[in-house]
Nanobody, 124 residues
Framework: QVQVAESGGGSVQAGGSLRLSCAASGTTFSSRIMAWFRQAPGEEQEFVAAISWKGGNIYYSDAVKGRFTISNGNARNTVYLQMNSLKPEDTARYYC?????????????????WGQGTQVTVSS
């Protein structure tokens, strides 16, 4: 059984920062890539960022490039998302995903495990 848990969401004013954390736990699970997706009410799920284990490959969506930074934690199966210069359009529920074999990082279908999400609200 693998569990994915996110934390760090909250409310912030435009221009502010938040840091999301994610940990995937399981006795035999070793992720090779972890990612963040987000979904706003009434909108489709959107890829945010992904990072391979040890950070050899990092991917960002154009919407967050230059403002968000994804990084691995010291422990395997952990990942962080530092979000700076937040905008109201960043308001969404942010989901962490973990995968073992992923060819297309922005494709949510390729990830094996998902968290319940953490809400990020940015006010203008």
């Amino acid at each position: 059984q693998v569990q994915v848990a996110e934390s760090g969401g909250g409310s912030v004013q435009a221009g502010g920062s938040l840091r999301l954390s994610c940990a995937a736990s399981g006795t035999t699970f070793s992720s090779r890539i972890m990612a963040w997706f987000r979904q706003a009410p009434g909108e489709e799920q959107e890829f945010v960022a992904a990072i391979s284990w040890k950070g050899g490959n990092i991917y960002y969506s154009d919407a967050v490039k230059g403002r968000f930074t994804i990084s691995n934690g010291n422990a395997r199966n952990t990942v962080y998302l530092q979000m700076n210069s937040l905008k109201p359009e960043d308001t969404a529920r942010y989901y962490c995903a973990a995968g073992t074999i992923v060819d297309q990082a922005p494709n949510p279908d390729e990830y094996d495990y998902w968290g319940q999400g953490t809400q990020v609200t940015v006010s203008s």
